[in-house]
């Protein structure tokens, strides 16, 4: 299974103190820190399909931490094209604004450039 990632940083609004003990060894202000976050695109082999009982309900990530479990290799691809996530009702709603914005801006019969790009250019 290869699972889609994309880069995203976190800032923290406050200094940070790291201790040691009850010492502290370090301050940090306002640090940012840079994760990888799952982007919700999935390739898998029919393989991982077919283990999965008929009639389970299963998550993605429930699904990757089983795979994780029985010592599965999964792999991560970074995504590097624009992306949002629409993890909620409000962001299916911007993302879907955003695509109809993107269709509407397109000449008839000009190849089409990524969603994304309205956002940066219409925000």
Request: avoid cysteine.
């Amino acid at each position: 299974m290869t699972v889609g990632v994309r880069s995203w940083e976190l800032r923290v609004p406050f200094g940070v103190i790291d201790t040691d003990g009850g010492r502290v060894v370090e301050v940090r202000e306002k640090p940012s820190v840079r994760l990888l976050v799952n982007a919700g695109l999935y390739v898998m082999n029919p393989s991982v399909l077919a283990g999965i009982p008929k009639g389970r309900h299963l998550d993605v990530p429930d699904l990757i931490q089983t795979l994780l479990a029985s010592g599965s290799h999964l792999a991560a691809f970074p995504i590097e094209a624009p992306w949002m996530d629409v993890g909620s009702f409000e962001d299916l709603e911007r993302a879907a604004e955003l695509v109809e914005r993107w269709r509407e801006a397109e000449p008839a019969g000009r190849t089409a450039s990524p969603p994304g790009e309205v956002a940066r250019n219409h925000a």
